[in-house]
């Protein structure tokens, strides 16, 4: 994956949905989590800023790839996600 694009996104779970990444906005890199709640056959994602040192923080915490459980799901939603500003929420959304 080419990080020196303007969209980086890392998925760090197949099981349960959540992760970060960061895009170039208004000329500045603004840097995301995001957390899904899983539906049968769709996800309601939530999509906040944080900050680059929570960004460093995640890509050195979770590999690229983890099998995780909804109770680190709960966890990364917590930490990243909740108390941020929200970009985008919405059905099979993320940016």
């Known amino acids: 994956m080419d990080k ?3 969209y980086f996104f890392r998925v760090i779970s197949n099981n349960v949905r959540f992760g970060c990444g960061y895009r170039t906005h208004n000329g500045k890199r603004q840097y995301f989590a995001w957390h899904g ?3 049968r056959n769709s996800d309601y994602i939530t999509t906040s800023e944080i900050s680059e040192s929570e ?3 995640i890509c ?3 590999p690229e790839e983890i ?3 909804r109770a680190k799901a709960e966890y990364f ?3 990243y996600v909740d108390g941020h500003t ?3 929420q919405g059905w099979d959304r993320l940016l």
């Open 4 to 6: 020196n694009k303007d």
């Open 37 to 39: 709640y899983p539906d």
């Open 55 to 57: 960004f460093d923080e």
């Open 60 to 62: 050195k915490k979770y």
């Open 67 to 69: 099998t995780a459980n």
């Open 77 to 79: 939603r917590n930490k």
């Open 86 to 88: 929200v970009i985008l």
